[in-house]
């Protein structure tokens, strides 16, 4: 059984930063890709960023809004997958998540393509 866990959530100022971790249980996670996503109450969960297993040398997208502040990457030694969250927004306030795209090859930010989900952490960017 897969099972997905994020945490490292929690309250920070403007421009302070925050690491999430996604760890995960049931799969060997180096071969499959993680999407990492938020999501505000009442509206859709929007994909930030991806990493891609080890068959596609574990490439990593983001999106634009997140681009330079947010980096993922993976602890090769455990089934751990990191969210490093700089510069921090109050846009940024939201619940994340991360999931589990049984791909092996690429990875995708839409919401669709995963196929386990974690029950989020909250990040809170606020003077």
């Known amino acids: 059984q897969v099972q997905v866990v994020e945490s490292g959530g929690g309250l920070v100022q403007p421009g302070g930063s925050l690491r999430l971790s996604c760890d995960v249980t049931?799969?060997?996670?180096?071969?499959?890709?993680i999407g990492w996503f938020r999501q505000v109450p009442g509206k859709d969960r929007e994909g930030i960023s991806c990493?891609?297993?080890?068959?596609?040398?574990?490439?990593?997208r983001y999106i634009d809004s997140v681009r330079d502040r947010f980096t993922v990457s993976r602890d090769r030694g455990k089934n751990t997958v990191y969210l490093q969250m700089n510069n921090l927004k109050p846009e940024d306030t939201n619940v994340y998540y991360c999931?589990?795209?049984?791909?092996?090859?690429?990875?995708?930010?839409?919401?669709?393509?995963?196929?386990?989900w974690g029950r989020g952490t909250q990040v809170t960017v606020s003077s």
């Open positions: 999931a589990v795209e049984v791909e092996t090859l690429g990875c995708s930010v839409a919401a669709t393509a995963m196929s386990y």
């Open positions: 990493i891609s297993g080890r068959a596609s040398n574990h490439e990593t």
């Open positions: 049931g799969i060997t996670l180096a071969d499959y890709a």
